[in-house]
């Protein structure tokens, strides 16, 4: 059973920053692309970050990508998302996600991620 367990999250100044980890077990993850979604209230789940097995290949969301970065460490099953410069319209229920490898997916919609977290809150008062 694959589970993915955030953590990191929490409360904020403008201008801050916070790095979120995720755990991933159940599964061997060698061909996966990791990514980190986000759900503000009353709003979409929309995509954040997601990264290859390699590392090769990123993809960031217009929104975040010259303040947030997304690692991961293949040793420890885990991905990170290092937040800077945090902005109060960053406040989102962050979620990471498993998309198995597909020739024709984005890795930018949520429909193509098989496995998901509980996520973690993280606020950002201004």
């Known amino acids: 059973q694959v589970q993915l367990v955030e953590s990191g999250g929490g409360l904020v100044q403008a201008g801050g920053s916070l790095r979120l980890s995720c755990v991933a077990s159940?599964?061997?993850?060698?061909?996966?692309?990791m990514g980190w979604f986000r759900q503000a209230p009353g709003k979409e789940r929309e995509f954040v970050a997601a990264?290859?097995?390699?590392?090769?290949?990123?993809y960031s969301a217009d929104a975040v990508k010259d303040r947030f970065t997304i690692s991961r460490d293949n040793n420890k099953n885990t991905v990170y998302l290092q937040m800077n410069s945090l902005k109060a319209e960053d406040t989102a229920v962050y979620y990471c996600?498993?998309?198995?490898?597909?020739?024709?997916?984005?890795?930018?919609?949520?429909?193509?991620?098989?496995?998901w977290g509980q996520g973690t809150q993280v606020t950002v008062s201004s």
């Open positions: 996600a498993v998309s198995r490898l597909g020739a024709t997916k984005t890795f930018k919609r949520d429909d193509e991620y098989d496995y």
């Open positions: 990264i290859s097995w390699s590392g090769r290949s990123i």
């Open positions: 159940g599964r061997t993850f060698n061909t996966d692309v």
